[in-house]
Every structure is written in C-alpha cells, then in structure tokens.
C-alpha cells in the first residue's frame, strides 16, 4: 500500500516487463522425450561422429592455411583457397546438425562497404553460422589467449580475428585501430564479425550493446538471427541446459530451422561517430524492429549479479537489476552492487528473494510502526508490498542517501540529546524510542552498543554520523518520523485554529444576542 509520503516515480527507473532474459527453461513433452530417446541410439552418434569428422578435417585445412602465415596482412593466394574451404567445412558441420536449410533474407555487403557485421541476438553458440554465409570466412574479435588453446586456437587464427591483450593498457585503442586499418584496405581484409550483446540470451529483448565495436565509426551491417522452432534446443544461457546437452539435444531433431536477415548498411552520423553508445544503441534499435521484441538495459554485469546472488542462496533472477541504466542514473559500479547485494541478501526471504515489511523491521530491529511503514512504502515503488533487489538499490540511492545529509544528522542527534550536552546516553535514547517506535529494552541496549564505538557510555555526534551512514535506512527512518511528526503538531495547529474559530463565533452569536436583549 503507498503511504502518505510519496517520491516521483522516474519511468527511466521503472522495470521493463519482460520476463530474465538470461534463463532458459526447456520444457520437454512426451514426445520430445521418446525423440531424444530414440535419436541418441539411432541417428544422433552418426551425426556427431560425421561432425567431429568435419571438425578435424578443418583443423587440418586451418593449419595448413596458417603455417608460416604472416598475420600483420590478409590472407591471399593459396591461403585464400584455404579459406573458401572452411566455408564448405564449416556448412557441413552446420548440415549434419540438423540445419538442412538455413533461410536468408537480404544481401550480405561486401567488406568494402560494411567491413563490420553486427549479429544479434546473440543466443547460442550456433550464431557462429554468421561466419559462414557472408562474403566469404568472416572474422572476429577475440582473446589473445584463445588462439593459443590447442584445436580451437588454430581454427580462430584461421579467420584471421582482431585479438584483444587484456592485459594492455592500450588495447582499446589497438582494436580501433586495427578495424580502421582492415576497413581501409578495400575488401583486401574480411568482414569482423561482433555480438555486441556481450553475452547470451533467450533472444526474448535485446540487452544493452556494448560501445566497443562502435568506437572506430565505421559502417556496419546489422544482421537479425532468427530461430523459429517450436522446441527451442538452441539457447544457451546462464541458467538452463549446459552445453553438452544443448548440442545433443539439436542432434537428436530431424531437422532444425534458422533464419539470417542481413539489414541494409548502416552509415553512422558525425554524432554518431563521437558516440559510440548513441551509435550501439541506434543500430540495436534496427535490428529490433526487425525481430518486433524489446529493447532494456540489462548487460553481462547482470549476469555477475545473478550468479553471486545463486551463491547467497537467493533466486538468481533476484539480482536482475537493468545494470547499465542503474549505473548511469544513480552513478553505482558493480563493485557497490555486490556489497549492496550481500546486505541485501542478509535481510531478504531466502525462498523468494525479497524484502516483506517484517524482513526491514527485523533488519532494523525495529517493531513495524506507522514510521517504519511510511519507510517501507517510499521503497516498495510497485505498490507490491515487497522490495526487490532493484528497488532495495534505488531506494538507498532515493530516499536514505539523500536523507543522511548533514542537516537531517544534526536534527536526529538533537532529538535523541535530550540533556543539549553534546551526547547520547542509553537512557534518552531508551526513551525516545520506546515512544516513537515502541521498541524493546533489549533491542535499545543492543542498539546502542553497535553505536557506541568507543564503549564510554555515551553516543558522541560522530559516532552516530559514521553509524547513519553505514546503516543509510536509519536516516530515511529518522526523516520520515521527523515529516510524520510535523504533520502531527500541523494536525494540532489547525485543529486549535478551529477551536479558536469556533469559539470565536461562538462569542459573537452570544454578543448579538445580548445586544439585542438590551434594545428591547
């Protein structure tokens, strides 16, 4: 229920309705289970032995392809043949995987004209098809480090990928320089392949691009990927079936659909080209509208959120927060998300992940009062009678945060110095608050030797400052307590001024009818 006291709801900080786009739940009939049952003795080993074939065949093409290979230049001649055929190797795995036919609208542009291709959603680990079916064996961006894993490493050095040392302090910058240099050479380099989603979702929205891709400004042709299967054994997430069992599971269909629209080029404005964010978020708007889902804010640094939420016993999909919007509007890192998240995960019902009115009061050690529930009401910005996570963040950041100002320390600690003495004694604050908020003794004595740093006796100004501002609740408390009781003493002001006007009229009816006694 919202109280007395309410803040402006931003719609920027309102939570999109759409359901985790980083769980998949795969909900397997009957049938689908006699399928599995049947494939996995019958056709699916063929497949994957047919796969691991082509696998091999290909790690065989790529070494040869990359032996004495200068990498600082494109590939050409012989190496270039090479390439055309890990274009064939790379669509007959994707044939013997049950993609038969795989459906493309539009026309792939030239690296020329659009020397990046940007792929979304990205869902799974079978979007590598992108690579396949443009102009030629795409690119891609990748760790230093994975071209040194054994197999796969030679395969991805094959493609010739921008490699990232994250260990370089200027690698930023040397992969916008790298993109630049390829986009300059008329074709002579490949098209470089990007997920700019950064990690995997259930392609139920597009989450938030990230910039780098977008930071050389140059042309790109955005790519929608489609998979429109009535069993969905394709989505990778972060909670749902592991890889393994995702592979075996489309090994065991008949026959599995994908479609690929290439999108017209997109051709960046000025402001786009100092702008990477408007210039992410503009091509994603595009490919959206092509795919008719949503756009929100949620990033890789949810998913971070999420697993540490799993390890605190929580749901995971209690630490769902739209990361990116949070952090531009309230200005958080995820390092103060996790620390908020701990806390959080202290006060909240383990089973579902939120915090009921009994939850706060218990965190407080506070009885639930009228103060304690105009508190409660300023968080809970649903109206749902319980705060999540997202509105545990915003509520620090809205109403305690800017409620533990000086002014309002200074008016709490002289409501509690009822002596003016500079100091807090157990005996004031025991009597404050059994009176404002009915607490008992026991949680007073407690209370106040959290306070009490020092262990004198007395609650000094600045211990209770250091106090408010680890436990920022505390201040919202006192501010809300302090509004209610001015709206009381205004209460009692205007209820007086009715007395007196009503008094006041009283007398004048008694004095007219003297008056006229005295004419008679």
């Known amino acids: 229920m919202p109280g007395r006291f309410q803040l402006p709801r931003q719609k920027s900080l ?124 795409a690119s891609g961006v990748s760790r230093k480090e994975n071209a040194a894993i054994p197999l796969i490493g030679v395969l991805v050095q094959s493609t010739q990928p921008v490699l990232v040392d994250r260990e370089d302090p200027n690698s ?60 969905d054994t394709f989505t990778w997430t972060w909670q749902g079936p592991g890889g393994l069992k995702i592979l075996w599971y489309t090994l065991c269909q008949f026959h599995n659909r994908l479609e690929v629209e290439f999108l017209p080029v997109y051709y960046p404005s000025e402001e786009e080209k100092s702008n990477a964010r408007l210039y992410g978020a503009n091509v994603r708007a595009k490919i959206a509208a092509v795919l008719n889902i949503p756009t929100t804010d949620h990033t890789f640094d949810d998913c971070m959120l999420m697993v540490a939420a799993g390890k605190s016993d929580m749901p995971m999909n209690a630490a769902l927060v739209e990361f990116q919007k949070l952090r531009e509007k309230l200005g958080l890192k995820l390092e103060d998300m996790r620390e908020l998240l701990k806390t959080y995960a202290n006060i909240a019902e383990k089973q579902d992940g939120v915090i009921g009115i009994d ?98 006796g007395f609650i000094t100004y600045d211990e209770f400052e250091v106090f408010s501002k680890v436990h920022p609740e505390y201040a919202g408390l006192f501010k809300t307590y302090q509004d209610l009781k001015r709206e009381e003493e205004l209460a009692l002001v205007e209820e007086e001024l009715e007395d007196l006007e009503e008094d006041s009229s009283n007398l004048e009816v008694l004095g007219t009818t003297g008056n006229g006694k005295k004419d008679d």
């Not at 055929?85 to 004209?113: C, D, N, W, Y």
């Not at 040397?174 to 986009?183: G, V």
């Not at 300059?184 to 470089?192: C, D, I, K, L, Y």
């Not at 005996?427 to 407690?446: C, G, K, P, Y």
């Open 172 to 231: 930023r910058r040397n992969t916008i320089e790298e993109i630049k240099k390829r986009a300059q050479s008329e074709g002579a380099w490949p098209q470089v392949i990007i997920f700019p989603e950064g990690t995997c979702t259930n392609r139920s929205c597009l989450i938030n691009f990230k910039p780098g891709a977008f930071f050389p400004g140059m042309p790109v042709q955005p790519v929608a990927i489609k998979y429109p299967n009535k069993l």
């Open 359 to 456: 939850d706060f009061a218990k965190h407080l050690n506070l009885p639930v009062t009228e103060s304690l529930k105009e508190l409660f009401s300023l968080y809970d910005r649903d109206g749902s009678g319980r705060i999540d996570f997202r509105e545990y963040i915003i509520g620090l950041s809205v109403v305690s945060q800017p409620a533990n100002s000086e002014e309002t320390l200074q008016m709490a600690f002289k409501m509690f110095d009822t002596e003016g003495n500079g100091k807090i004694s157990e005996e004031s604050l025991t009597t404050i608050l059994r009176n404002a908020f009915n607490m008992e003794r026991m949680d007073i004595t407690d209370l106040f030797k959290s306070v009490d740093t020092n262990g004198d």
């Open 14 to 137: 309102i939570a999109p309705k759409i359901r985790n786009p980083f769980i998949h739940d795969l909900r397997l009939s009957p049938w689908d289970k006699i399928q599995i049952a049947v494939m996995s003795v019958t056709i699916a080993p063929l497949r994957f032995l047919v796969l691991l074939f082509f696998l091999l065949l290909s790690w065989v093409i790529a070494s040869i392809a990359t032996a004495g290979m200068d990498k600082s230049q494109p590939m050409s001649g012989w190496r270039k043949s090479c390439k055309r055929l890990l274009v064939f190797t790379g669509r007959a795995m994707f044939f013997f995987l049950g993609f038969q036919h795989i459906k493309i609208r539009g026309k792939p542009a030239p690296s020329s004209e659009a020397p990046l291709m940007c792929c979304a959603p990205h869902s799974t680990y079978f979007d590598i098809i992108t690579c396949f079916i443009g102009e030629g064996l």
